[in-house]
């Protein structure tokens, strides 16, 4: 491991809490400056960019709605200009508004579907065309198993999340050439907030579909989401990585 992200400028949607903190912070650690957005958590973000600063690397904080493509490419941009270059895009942003499909509202579907399937094509859009001319880039989008099986009372999630991979894919093999790879890791249950909301019962049932037998934790996922931003993973593109202790398999 090392420093073997050091020197590189690398994006993380959604860092103020979970995953996205847990990814930014293991980023900062291996040497690269981290670039991050937030929606509402502005104390949390406050805290995150001094938490990355004590590891001796850059930390740029934007409260950028993933949904927004305006504020997006402009936050992009701002960090070509501080960073020199944008060599990672780690799309983690992501929400629930789980409830079964009958009760389920346009809103609850379309909020669902800008934030967590909108907000990686936006981000990646307003960069990809800076790794393709650099010829080198990696972009990781966090996915779920709920995109590879299905959950009951996640049709919005379930295809958003299944709509990511097919976005990984198809950008994968078209800018493999150019230099730029483009995985996913689909995620199972990990302790977060988003996990917390979930009722007890729901809980205790999925506990039991996990054949590990207990919940992930962000530092199960931080190690692999490091591995496919650096250049260890090369030859890694159009990966769908499963990180569910064996949940989806
Ligand atoms: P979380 O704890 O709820 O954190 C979500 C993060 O996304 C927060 O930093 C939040 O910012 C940010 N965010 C939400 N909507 C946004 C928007 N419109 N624009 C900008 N930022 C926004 O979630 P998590 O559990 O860490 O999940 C992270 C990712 O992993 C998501 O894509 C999720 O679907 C995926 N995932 C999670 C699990 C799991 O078990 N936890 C499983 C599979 C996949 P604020 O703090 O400002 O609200």
Redesign the pocket.
């Known amino acids: 491991m090392g420093k073997d992200l050091e020197g590189k400028g690398i994006i993380v949607?959604?860092?103020?809490?979970?995953?996205?903190r847990g990814i930014a912070l293991e980023v900062a650690r291996r040497g690269g400056n981290v670039a991050f957005?937030?929606?509402?958590?502005e104390q949390?973000a406050a805290e995150l960019k001094a938490e990355i600063e004590k590891l001796g690397v850059k930390a740029l904080p934007y409260q950028?709605?993933?949904?927004d493509l305006k504020a997006v490419r402009e936050m992009v941009n701002a960090v070509k200009k501080e960073f020199g270059q944008i060599d990672g895009l780690v799309n983690?942003?992501?929400?629930t508004r789980d409830k079964v499909f009958v009760m389920m509202t346009e809103e609850d579907w379309s909020e669902v579907i800008r934030?967590?399937l909108t907000?990686p094509f936006n981000f990646a859009r307003a960069a990809v065309f800076m790794m393709m001319k650099a010829k080198r880039g990696s972009i990781l989008n966090?996915?779920?198993?709920s995109g590879l099986v299905g959950l009951p009372g996640q049709a919005n999630y379930s295809a958003s999340k299944a709509g990511l991979i097919g976005l990984t894919k198809s950008l994968a093999k078209e800018v493999g050439r150019l230099g730029v790879r483009v995985n996913a890791l689909a995620?199972?249950?990990?302790e977060?907030?988003?996990?917390a909301a979930l009722p007890e019962e729901n809980r205790t049932q999925a506990l039991g579909m996990i054949p590990l037998g207990r919940f992930g934790k962000v530092e199960d996922v931080t190690p692999m989401a490091a591995f496919l931003l650096s250049d260890a993973a090369s030859y890694i593109t159009g990966a769908v990585i499963q990180v569910d202790g064996g949940f989806a398999m």
């Open positions: 949607t959604g860092a103020t809490r979970g995953i996205g957005n937030y929606l509402k958590s949390q950028v709605d993933v949904g983690n942003a992501g929400l934030t967590n907000g966090i996915t779920s198993v995620l199972g249950f990990i977060t907030d988003m996990t």
